[in-house]
């Protein structure tokens, strides 16, 4: 009411609802969203460029099944998110070494999927690729 009472501005058309639709709507949008990310990622184990695409970038997309991350579990409810990737893309930078670029589903934690944070989230990039992987570096893309 008091907006329109300068004159400038006319609203129409506004209801209540309950908090609890809303909080379902904005997390229905979140979930089909999706998010770019850039990982820098070791590995125990080396690989050919042929052999990142071929157990990466072959592999997706793929649902994963996380479980509440250890870093977070003290601000988070105990639960298994299925989450997707729908794309990666790894390239090669030298020994034990290469960037991943992913496309997830939002809400998807990467660094858990990179780690598999000690079994937590599978499969991980260190189940894909059959040995240890660790994030070192990770940059939002969109």
């Known amino acids: 009411a008091e907006v329109e009472e300068c004159g400038l501005v006319r609203i129409t058309g506004v209801k209540a609802c309950d908090a ?3 909080g ?5 949008g979140e ?4 998010k770019d990310y850039r990982a820098i990622v070791r590995t125990s184990t080396d690989f050919t460029q042929a052999e990142l695409e071929q157990r990466l970038t072959a592999a ?3 649902t994963l099944e996380q479980l509440t991350p250890m870093r977070v579990l003290h601000r988070r409810t105990l639960a298994v ?4 990737i729908h794309a990666m893309k790894p390239t090669r930078i030298g020994l034990r070494f290469f ?5 997830t589903q939002a809400g998807t934690y990467v ?9 937590r989230t599978t499969p991980s990039v260190g189940t894909l690729l059959g040995c240890e992987a660790d ?3 990770l940059d939002v893309l969109g």
């Not at 379902?24 to 229905?28: C, E, F, Q």
């Not at 998110?81 to 997707?84: D, E, F, I, M, N």
């Not at 960037?99 to 496309?103: A, K, N, Q, R, V």
């Open 20 to 22: 609890s639709l809303v």
């Open 24 to 28: 379902g709507l904005i997390k229905a």
């Open 31 to 34: 979930d089909a969203h999706q």
């Open 60 to 62: 997706a997309p793929v």
């Open 81 to 84: 998110r299925p989450r997707t």
């Open 99 to 103: 960037t991943l670029d992913l496309t």
């Open 111 to 119: 660094k858990e999927f990179v780690h598999g944070d000690f079994g």
């Open 135 to 137: 994030i070192l570096q």
